[in-house]
């Protein structure tokens, strides 16, 4: 599903309007946390901020790139539930690579990422809204 546009093409002297569908590229953007970690709660006001940045650019700048938000975290919550943070990125591996070839790594936390392609990248840059923003819009 994408934006449909119409060009408009001459042939033999008439003008035809062709029907072209342009895919929107699909990113997965990633965060596990843990509430007890202090890098997280740090983490969290500008994590809200990037949201918002590219929430107010989807149709603008971000008009061909459909994003999706995945946040998995050790809460209170998932704990009472008897659910960890493993459990959770396991289920994302099995839904998002069933066959196994590639898997997302909790390397301690925050763990940020990003999924374009079928390609992982992994975040080490600051935690700013800025710098995450331009590192989640960038060509993958």
Not at 83 to 89: E, F, M, N, P, R
């Amino acid at each position: 599903m994408g934006n449909k546009q119409t060009r408009t093409k001459k042939c033999g002297g008439r003008k035809t309007k062709k029907n072209r569908q342009t895919q929107k590229k699909k990113v997965i953007i990633g965060k596990i946390y843990a509430d007890w970690c202090g890098h997280c709660r740090t983490l969290k006001p500008e994590w809200i901020n990037m949201k918002n940045m590219i929430k107010n650019n989807m149709g603008h700048s971000l008009k061909n790139i459909q994003i999706e938000f995945i946040e998995m975290g050790d809460t209170e919550e998932n704990q009472m539930q008897n659910i960890s943070v493993d459990q959770l990125v396991e289920e994302f591996n099995q839904k998002h690579f069933p066959n196994g070839d590639k898997r997302i790594n909790i390397d301690g936390f925050p763990t940020i990422f990003k999924i374009c392609r079928k390609k992982i990248e992994y975040y080490n840059g600051p935690r700013y809204a800025n710098e995450l923003y331009n590192w989640v819009t960038k060509k993958c």
